[in-house]
């Protein structure tokens, strides 16, 4: 047992600081998460995940491999693709989903052609599924610092982003934090999927962000509860997903996606909210 679960986390570094990418990536992924879902935005962190391609591939342009390049690079490209997706559907008759829709795929054809034009097909894998077994000293201190603004946000608008939530109309009408608190949120989404970008790539680091939250919804009704879920389950799918790609010899980054959506499938047969073996299940007398 120990050489299966210890052995690979303590006698390999790079082992080492792929959990502690992951174990960041979790924490400030999955409350964000968790409000992407409750707000019915699941989608749209996922036309997100793609809208920073096309800026962390010109900072590859200009700079090659370069941490500071690729992440200001995708930081303006999250943030310029979510205003005009904004814009598009408040100043035209085209739904915000349909406007970040035609955005993504913009988006991920135009990175992806920045890329091949200066790499070869193994930068192009890197920039795509990411390379969370070769995390170097500064991306750990990106992945912590973003991590530790998202949950010290998330911890001062915590109140108008539940408001939000469950009644934005009821928001605006009694404070003007709400279009404040929208724009720090997307923010907030923007950062951490260039933070999961550079670990898993611009195909998968929305993974590590919904995967968690969807599966925490079956076990709690609670958003704080919701939320520590969501952070428990991303670690566990992290250190699984890394465990199997060590033993079985598996690409790290998809496999820890893998787990994540076992981890999904379980909570979404077992979960006590909502689970499905809970609902076929014979209620007590009088209970509906």
């Not at 995390?135 to 109140?159: E, G, N, W």
């Not at 981890?263 to 209970?287: D, I, K, N, Q, T």
Request: negative net charge.
């Amino acid at each position: 047992m120990f050489d299966f679960l210890i052995a690979p986390f303590s006698e390999f570094a790079f082992m080492q600081r792929a959990l502690v990418g992951t174990i960041a990536i979790a924490l400030g992924g999955g409350p964000v998460g968790v409000f992407l879902m409750l707000r019915r935005m699941s989608l749209t962190g996922d036309a997100m995940a793609h809208a920073i391609l096309p800026g962390a591939a010109f900072g590859y342009l200009l700079a090659g491999l370069s941490l500071p390049a690729m992440t200001i690079g995708g930081l303006i490209a999250g943030v310029v693709v979510a205003i005009a997706a904004g814009l598009v559907s408040r100043l035209t008759t085209l739904k915000e989903d349909a406007s970040l829709a035609a955005f993504y795929l913009l988006s991920l054809a135009l990175g992806v052609t920045i890329v091949s034009l200066r790499g070869s097909n193994v930068d192009l894998l890197h920039v795509l599924f990411g390379t969370v077994l070769a995390l170097d000293d500064s991306t750990l201190l990106l992945l912590a610092s973003i991590s530790s603004i998202t949950l010290v946000a998330l911890a001062v608008l915590y109140r108008p982003l539940v408001l939000e939530c469950v009644d934005p109309t009821f928001l605006r009408s009694v404070s003007r934090t709400g279009t404040p608190t929208h724009l720090i949120f997307l923010g907030l989404v923007v950062m951490n999927l260039v933070g999961g970008f550079h670990a898993l790539g611009t195909l998968l680091a929305v993974g590590m962000m919904m995967l968690p939250a969807a599966a925490a919804r079956f076990w709690s009704e609670d958003i704080t509860i919701m939320m520590l879920w969501s952070i428990a389950i991303g670690i566990v799918s992290g250190v699984g997903g890394l465990l199997l790609s060590f033993h079985a010899e598996l690409p790290a980054g998809p496999a820890i996606i893998l787990v994540a959506g076992g981890l999904y499938v379980l909570s979404l047969v077992f979960g006590r909210e909502g689970g499905l073996l809970w609902l076929v299940m014979p209620g007590r007398h009088l209970e509906a």
